[in-house]
């Protein structure tokens, strides 16, 4: 692994304070220190309930509020029921890649084992919500197209195209994530120039949090695409 003495060895941190770093992968516990962030916030919104609520619980409302509304223009009334699905891959996605602004750590989504990972759950999980809406036989139905006959020639086709999802999230995310992790690090390892840490904070640093917040928002928002795609009847999905 290449060191850059100007960066935060996190790696070397974690070992002095007593956590194995060889036999872990970096976007693993780069994941767990996402999660930990998740789960921190969450305890500090819930701990204690306020009618008149405080900085975090506030934002934590508005956050659950603004994915409830987008599931219920994707999805309709029933799209509250995928919250935790939804909400829980965009706050992962979106903590993550602002990661990568904090030097010294890495986004877990710019490695391709994370974004594969999500994009799987997604895959698996809107299947698994298009069964139990309508049944295997019917969900499988609509892989056949709108003419009985066709449905030789549409089935591969809507198979291929549904096993080509997972894939084009997964390397969508990735790649724009991994593009601009590169793109920081040179700069970052080129500090000791004096130009490029002009450049760092008053371009790619703007640039690298507005490409988190909208990849995440694609990919929450294809997502919902793909849910509603499954559990919506044929007449919803003319309409």
Same mark, same amino acid.
């Given at each position: 692994m290449?060191?850059?003495?100007t960066?935060?060895?996190?790696?070397?941190?974690?070992?002095?304070i $007593?956590? *194995?770093?060889?036999w +872990?992968?970096?976007?693993v516990?780069m @994941?767990?220190?996402?999660m930990?962030?998740l +789960?921190?916030?969450?305890?500090?919104? #819930?701990?204690?309930?306020?009618a008149?609520?405080g900085? %975090?619980?506030?934002?934590?409302?508005v956050? %659950?509020? @603004? !994915?409830?509304?987008? =599931?219920t223009?994707?999805?309709g009334?029933?799209?509250?029921r995928?919250?935790?699905?939804?909400g829980?891959?965009?706050?992962?996605?979106?903590?993550g890649?602002?990661?990568?602004?904090? *030097? $010294?750590?890495?986004?877990p989504t @710019?490695?391709?084992? #994370? #974004?594969a990972?999500?994009?799987i759950?997604?895959?698996?999980?809107?299947?698994?919500?298009g069964?139990?809406?309508? $049944?295997?036989?019917?969900?499988l139905?609509?892989?056949?197209g *709108?003419?009985?006959?066709?449905?030789p020639?549409? !089935?591969?086709?809507?198979?291929?195209g549904?096993? @080509?999802?997972?894939?084009?999230?997964s390397?969508r =995310?990735?790649?724009?994530?991994f593009?601009?992790?590169?793109?920081?690090?040179? =700069? =970052?390892?080129?500090?000791?120039?004096?130009i490029?840490?002009?450049?760092?904070?008053g371009?790619?640093?703007?640039?690298?949090?507005?490409?988190?917040i909208?990849?995440? !928002?694609?990919?929450?928002?294809?997502?919902?695409v793909?849910?509603?795609?499954?559990?919506?009847?044929?007449?919803?999905?003319?309409?």
């Open positions: 290449e060191h850059h003495p960066l935060i060895q996190l790696p070397n941190f974690l070992a002095v $007593g956590v *194995p770093g060889d +872990i992968p970096e976007h516990w @994941a767990w220190v996402v930990a962030i +789960i921190g916030i969450s305890c500090l919104a #819930t701990r204690r309930l306020d008149v609520p900085p %975090v619980q506030n934002f934590m409302e956050t %659950v509020e @603004a !994915f409830t509304d987008l =599931l223009q994707m999805i009334p029933k799209g509250k995928y919250l935790p699905l939804i829980t891959a965009g706050l992962f996605i979106l903590v890649n602002l990661l990568g602004v904090v *030097p $010294g750590f890495k986004p @710019a490695n391709l084992n #994370t #974004t990972a999500l994009a759950t997604v895959f698996l999980s809107y299947n698994y919500f069964i139990r809406e309508h $049944g295997i036989v019917a969900y139905r609509h892989f056949c *709108p003419i009985l006959w066709l449905a020639i549409m !089935f591969p086709i809507e198979f291929i549904h096993l @080509a999802r997972p894939i084009s999230l390397i =995310l990735f790649g724009n994530i593009g601009e992790e590169s793109v920081v690090m040179i =700069l =970052l390892s080129l500090i000791w120039l004096g490029p840490y002009v450049i760092y904070l371009i790619m640093m703007p640039l690298s949090l507005f490409t988190s909208v990849q995440s !928002f694609v990919f929450v928002m294809l997502s919902m793909y849910i509603a795609g499954a559990v919506q009847s044929e007449h919803e999905e003319h309409h």
